[in-house]
């Protein structure tokens, strides 16, 4: 069934660099129908008075729904979120690994229950669409079960979901800690590359969803399991990798004292044959050149967790460093580390992020550095197109371009009295975006639209 829109529409360049990349058609028409498999992708998209003919010619008997105090853009994707930890959103701790042993260990052995696991997965999915968020690379706990339930929930919503088992056969408390099998003929290790790879077999490919390799973190991975891992990285080229590193100062010390070969964290997921093109690891805070090399060479992808990283005192992601680097990032919530599921929150925390690590350098010793003030579109970029290229789906989401699948959202900008007065006096595209940027929370998302499969 093909749909119309005309509003004003929001689309990215992706040959563009990201701080110029933006495009609003003020009187914009957006086209969605079925292409060959059926699923609705964007068919036309532009300027309404460059393309009304040519619509009309084709699509005579189609009604256009005319929104013209609304701006058309693209769903929101999210390239690092835990799931299991939505209900732990918020809680008080000194840093990372206390926030983990206090609060998310003790939640994720609930979701061994597979009613718990339904239930969780089941808000967890609407909390993301009602923040217009269309894809998200999740995690989701040890346990199988936790798996299944997320899928299914995502399925259900026809949502572009991507997630696995979290792997994690040492270091960790009973009941999220990896378990051998229950006739005794594989131990933990083996048992939990089994798991995930039946999980993989099943998921992966079905619908619009997507598997990944999950080692939970080095320290809790044993040279067997991330060797294992590693192993079936190789053989399934297009599963995607993600894990967490470089985020804090004691994780960092605590996992170089448990792979003494390795250079550094980073160099510890290389040597395991787990650093390529769709793997995606989140924070990357204390890296060096040469670990950013590294992501570079090997197109693997930093997921970037501003609210989380300043929530828990990790630090602050290094964007002139990564950009001088050429290595890709986007942004990510972190949630439950992270502070709200709501994209503007997390892009206006990236933009504190570029402009404190500017006054850190100062008092680091060594020269000052120049200012790196993220522009709005940049900001929208990293939560949209480039994060869609992050996770190696250009084209495909994150943007309305023709061919593009047609996850987009609908915003009101005049969701609030402020940002009805603040929107109405923008004067660029950029005042525009940073005014949402700014003042915008779930209010301003007014309808989030996912890419439907048509009945054949």
């Given at each position: 069934m093909t749909q119309a829109y005309r509003a004003r529409i929001l689309s990215f360049d992706a040959q563009a660099t990201p701080s110029n990349s933006a495009r609003l058609d003020q009187d914009g028409l957006l086209v969605i129908g079925a292409n060959e498999q059926g699923r609705q992708v964007v068919q036309m998209v532009g300027d309404y008075n460059l393309l009304a003919d040519e619509f009309k010619s084709r699509h005579a008997d189609v009604t256009v729904q005319h929104l013209p105090d609304r701006i058309i853009a693209p769903g929101f994707v999210d390239t690092h979120v835990h799931y299991p930890q939505t209900d732990v959103i918020g809680s008080p701790a000194e840093g990372l690994l206390p926030?983990?042993?206090?609060?998310?260990?003790?939640?994720?052995?609930?979701?061994?229950?597979?009613e718990y696991a339904a239930q969780?997965?089941?808000?967890?999915?609407?909390?993301?669409?009602?923040?217009?968020?269309?894809?998200?690379?999740?995690?989701?706990?040890?346990?199988?079960?936790?798996?299944?339930?997320?899928?299914?929930?995502?399925?259900?919503?026809?949502?572009?979901?991507?997630?696995?088992?979290?792997?994690?056969?040492?270091?960790?408390?009973?009941?999220?800690?990896?378990?051998?099998?229950?006739?005794?003929?594989?131990?933990?290790?083996?048992?939990?590359?089994?798991?995930?790879?039946?999980?993989?077999?099943?998921?992966?490919?079905?619908?619009?969803?997507?598997?990944?390799?999950?080692?939970?973190?080095?320290?809790?991975?044993?040279?067997?399991?991330?060797?294992?891992?590693?192993?079936?990285?190789?053989?399934?080229?297009?599963?995607?990798?993600?894990s967490h590193v470089a985020e804090n100062v004691e994780e960092i010390t605590w996992a170089l004292s448990l792979f003494p070969q390795a250079r550094s964290y980073l160099q510890i997921y290389d040597d395991f044959g787990l650093m390529r093109q769709r793997a995606v690891y989140a924070h990357c805070i204390h890296l060096d050149a040469t670990d950013r090399a590294l992501m570079q060479s090997t197109g693997a992808a930093a997921a970037v967790c501003p609210t989380s990283n300043l929530f828990l005192g990790s630090g602050y992601f290094d964007y002139r460093a990564a950009d001088d680097a050429g290595m890709a990032y986007a942004l990510a919530s972190d949630v439950g580390g992270g502070t709200s599921f709501s994209p503007?929150?997390?892009?206006?925390?990236?933009?504190?992020?570029?402009?404190?690590?500017?006054?850190?350098?100062?008092?680091?010793?060594?020269?000052?550095?120049?200012?790196?003030?993220?522009?709005?579109?940049n900001l929208w970029w990293q939560h949209t197109t480039g994060a869609a290229k992050a996770l190696g789906l250009e084209g495909v989401i994150g943007n309305l371009a023709v061919g593009c699948e047609a996850d987009f959202i609908i915003l009101n900008p005049q969701a609030t009295p402020l940002l009805e007065r603040r929107t109405a006096r923008a004067e660029s595209l950029d005042e525009l975006l940073f005014a949402m940027i700014v003042l915008g929370d779930d209010r301003l998302i007014e309808k989030t639209v996912i890419s439907q499969q048509l009945a054949s």
């Open positions: 926030w983990l042993e206090s609060y998310t260990f003790p939640e994720e052995k609930r979701f061994v229950d597979v969780s997965a089941s808000f967890f999915i609407a909390e993301l669409l009602r923040n217009g968020v269309t894809t998200a690379l999740t995690f989701a706990t040890s346990h199988v079960a936790s798996v299944d339930a997320l899928f299914t929930e995502a399925q259900k919503n026809s949502m572009r979901l991507i997630t696995g088992k979290c792997m994690q056969d040492r270091n960790s408390p009973d009941g999220v800690r990896d378990q051998p099998s229950s006739n005794g003929l594989h131990d933990a290790t083996e048992q939990s590359l089994i798991d995930t790879e039946l999980l993989m077999h099943k998921w992966h490919g079905v619908d619009r969803l997507g598997y990944a390799f999950t080692p939970r973190f080095a320290p809790s991975c044993s040279d067997a399991q991330l060797r294992g891992l590693g192993e079936l990285a190789a053989k399934y080229p297009d599963v995607w990798i993600q503007f929150h997390t892009m206006l925390a990236a933009y504190y992020v570029g402009r404190a690590t500017v006054k850190t350098a100062l008092f680091q010793g060594g020269q000052p550095k120049l200012g790196m003030s993220l522009s709005p579109q």
